[in-house]
């Protein structure tokens, strides 16, 4: 029986074995010394996409490719460069697609333009009530 | 105007209804292509991978011929359902090179004596610095790099059977 119960978790672990056997780079699970740095990278980190778990930020992903980019990041960070410039260089090979900061691109307008629209139908609408009162 | 009105809530909840009920029947592309197709290929020199095969360095690249450079690496189960499409179009006359990803060479050479070794050069990219560089996005991956240096096809995903036809051809027009 104890001997089916190891069988039966060694077939569970399975699953795993499908990721690089590779340990994860340098940087993938270590922070860097410096806090003020860690945070510029974990900020950046948290608004990058995962390419395997495609709904997850690099930061939250588990996936081996994930880990490189987290070293990546941290380690280009290390070396002086700014955040931004890494987002336009991820940017430059996956698309907007790889950032989850919204753009200022035309396409996005309507999004950026959602809150005044409302507020101003809000204030119509306000008016609108304000008026009625008066009047009766 | 109130009549209309009453009819709103309702014309929402369809709108909203077909919205779901279309993204659930066909849902979107979950292929992310690298934007650095028609771009030259990023710089890069990697160390050998194989026991058997040379290194890999992006400036081998320019050679007046197209060539196919496949993202592979040992622990992935499609890259083995790939080999035998890529040992055919070895046949087939393809010069095919490889970046090995997050791999290791017991493992590759491992690899390639099961499935078979259509490479000519093997670079090891051991956190996949390369592979990101290129905008790719998992494994298996192939790029057609045309005689100039320069990204000219993204294949994502293992090549089938019948993808094969469709790849000299992309090859033969990449010159």
């Known amino acids: 029986m104890r001997m089916l119960i190891v069988l039966l978790a060694l077939l569970l672990n399975a699953p795993a074995l499908a990721q ?11 922070q860097i010394e410096d806090p003020a740095l860690e945070r510029k990278a974990r900020t950046l980190m948290e608004t990058i996409r995962c390419l395997t778990c495609q709904s997850q930020s690099i930061a939250d992903s588990n996936a081996s490719m994930a880990g490189d980019m987290r070293s990546q990041i941290r380690e280009r960070i290390m070396a002086g460069e700014e955040p931004e410039h890494i987002r336009a260089w991820l940017i430059e090979r996956y698309g907007d697609w790889v950032s989850y900061e919204p753009t200022a691109d035309p396409i996005l307008w309507p999004l950026w333009a959602a809150p005044l629209i409302l507020l101003g139908l809000g204030l119509l609408l306000l008016r ?9 | ?8 809530p309702l014309a929402l909840f369809l709108g909203f209804f077909g919205l779901f009920a279309s993204g659930l029947l066909r849902p979107g592309d979950r292929i992310i292509s ?17 026991s058997d095969r040379p290194p890999l360095q992006s400036g081998e690249f320019a050679t007046g011929k197209p060539r196919l450079l496949n993202i592979f690496a040992s622990w992935c189960v499609p890259c083995a359902a790939e080999a035998p499409q890529l040992l055919a179009l ?8 490889a970046i090995a990803i997050r791999d290791a060479r017991p493992d590759v050479d491992a690899f390639l004596n099961r499935y078979g070794n259509p490479y000519s050069r093997i670079g090891l990219d051991a956190r996949s610095e390369v592979q990101i560089a290129m905008g790719s996005s998992g494994v298996p991956e192939s790029f057609i790099i045309d005689g100039k240096g320069r990204i000219a096809y993204q294949h994502v995903g293992d090549i089938r059977e019948d993808d094969v036809p469709m790849i000299l051809d992309r090859l033969r027009n990449a010159q």
């Open chain 1, 20 to 30: 690089s056997a590779l340990p994860p780079a340098p940087y993938a699970d270590r």
């Open chain 2, 1 to 8: 105007m109130k009549k209309l009105l009453i009819w709103l």
């Open chain 2, 34 to 50: 690298s934007k650095l197709v028609g771009k030259p290929l990023p710089a890069f020199v990697l160390p050998a991978a194989a």
């Open chain 1, 128 to 136: 609108g009530r304000i008026r009625r009162r008066r009047r009766s």
């Open chain 2, 90 to 97: 070895k046949r087939a006359g393809v010069e095919i090179d």
